[in-house]
């Protein structure tokens, strides 16, 4: 299994096209409906800093999530916005829960 956390933070002017990207994101991911790809999204209170985090069963499914349209649309605008703060990307390791995940 694979989880990623990565936290940025846009300009205020571009948080709300950014949140737009992001449902187009889980937009197609439900469409989709890949049993191997868990994804959120969350907005701090600053009303412009994102965190997202990624369960992903394994580098297949990885790459699944960013080879999707609305995902390289997201990155690609996202990195033109002038971020105030670059993404910090963190693998995380699962000590435990109580959902279940990929097998």
Do not use: C
Not at 33 to 44: D, E, R, T
Not at 82 to 98: F, G, I, N, R, Y
């Amino acid at each position: 299994m694979k989880i990623v956390r990565v936290q940025y933070t846009t300009t205020a002017q571009f948080a709300a096209t950014n949140q737009q990207n992001i449902a187009g994101i889980v937009a197609e991911l439900k469409q989709l409906n890949h049993p191997g790809i868990k994804y959120g999204a969350w907005l701090l209170p600053d009303g412009k800093t994102f965190m997202h985090f990624d369960q992903l069963e394994n580098e297949e499914a990885h790459q699944v999530l960013t080879s999707l349209q609305s995902f390289k649309k997201f990155d690609e605008e996202l990195w033109a916005s002038q971020l105030e703060v670059e993404p910090v990307l963190k693998l995380l390791t699962l000590v435990a829960s109580t959902e279940e995940y990929f097998g």
